[in-house]
């Protein structure tokens, strides 16, 4: 019996190799696939079932039926947007407006109020105020929710909100919130509060996928105002795990019409998981221009017609005149991304990248190491986060133009996960960031290009194993 499970295991294997090189884009990520499944017989094919492209179709086109179904029926903010010029090369920030308003199916809009957060643990009082003052609903959604001492202190925030008769909804994702069970949620489901699975991983379902994960961080009160960056809900993200140390991330908080983009993305994510529509007025109320920013949430995923966040990305880096100010917890660049930082470079631009000098995946950090030689040559400079663990997702480009969100530097951000960010136009809000940039680069280390190239044989062969499994991470 054994033996002929080990041989309907290697002959499936060698079947969707067809498959893997008909499905997948990128030649490498072909070849990384084909050689798992030659090099582990059995193995190869149970994983590649498991995290492979197999099952994406369907499950990215149900997901894109969400956001066309939805997307048409939100409330307009016509009033509130700002209108991409009609042609570009006006500006690095008008050029890429006109990108991002063609991919992300989004505009800018204006007077909104932005506080950038870049401490956790000033995010969670921010996050708390905020629920505590909710009247009408309050919807979260998380890759990592914890049911440790935070998450229970969050959880039961919520009880309280959902008991004084405040509409509670909240989406985890199915992998990220692994931890997550029906001790945890009891509780919720009993006062009335609306817990959701993005993607089930159940093999015994019909509906169920490994590989597509929503590694998004959404809060909105009200309507009125709305968190969003890279903290997760954890003990980790204020530093009571001794292995991370001090976590420093990147969060917003904001006010304005803003607000209501980053609702109507939560709003498409909670229909393709419960089917509910979220579409009554209240929900996206009429919240003014309390500030003078100009922002764009863009969010996106597999569901996508492009590679949003990919494109914006590599337009950014391949128009920088100036400066190019990156921090990213997992940087794993696919090919655009590393010409882009080497051709930036190249023509004087200043290249900046923090990175963490730890990471709680090692597989992904020494996959990493392996890319710092080559961008090192080709001058732009890299850093290792020093106090603690870098969780942060921000880029600074010029002087107009700036990003913040969930989305990392690697191939899972760019084109498997389901991410969510904010584009800000103009010199003030990219002046604040470029100086929290500054003021992290002040805590690193640089790196130096003879010193790195000193490695060891063995570490560098490490490094560049790990680097074969790059499509995957």
Known sequence: ???????????TGFLLIPVVILRSREPLAAVAWILAIILMPGAGAVLYLAIGTTRIARKTHRKKLSRETLGPQFPTLAAHEVSPPSVTGQSLGDTLMVLACRTAQTRPTRGNLVEVITDVHRAYELQVAAIRQARHHIHLEYYIFQPDETGLYFRDLLIAKAREGVRVRFLYDAVGSLRLGRRFLRPMWQAGIQAECFLPVNPLRRRWVFNLRNHRKILVVDGE?????????????????????????????????????????????????????LLAPELYPAVGEPGDQVVQIVASGPDMPVEVAHELFVAAIALARQRVLIETCYFVPPESIRVALQSAAHRGVTVQIILPARSAHLTALLAAHSYYEELLASGVQIFEYAPGLLHSKMMVVDSDWSYVGSTNLDNRSLRLNFEVGAVFYGSSMTERLAQVFQADLGRSQGLDLAHWSERWIGRRLMENTCRLLSPML
């Not at 019996?1 to 002959?11: D, I, R, S």
């Not at 530093?239 to 006010?255: A, E, H, I, V």
């Open 1 to 11: 019996m054994l033996t002929f499970l080990v041989t309907a295991l290697e002959l």
């Open 225 to 277: 105002v709305g968190f969003t960056g890279g903290a997760n809900v954890g003990n980790e993200y204020i530093g009571r795990k001794s292995q991370f140390g001090y976590w420093r991330d990147t969060n917003m908080m904001l006010r304005g019409p803003s607000v209501s983009q980053l609702q109507q993305v939560f709003a498409e994510d909670w229909f393709f998981a419960s089917d509910e529509e």
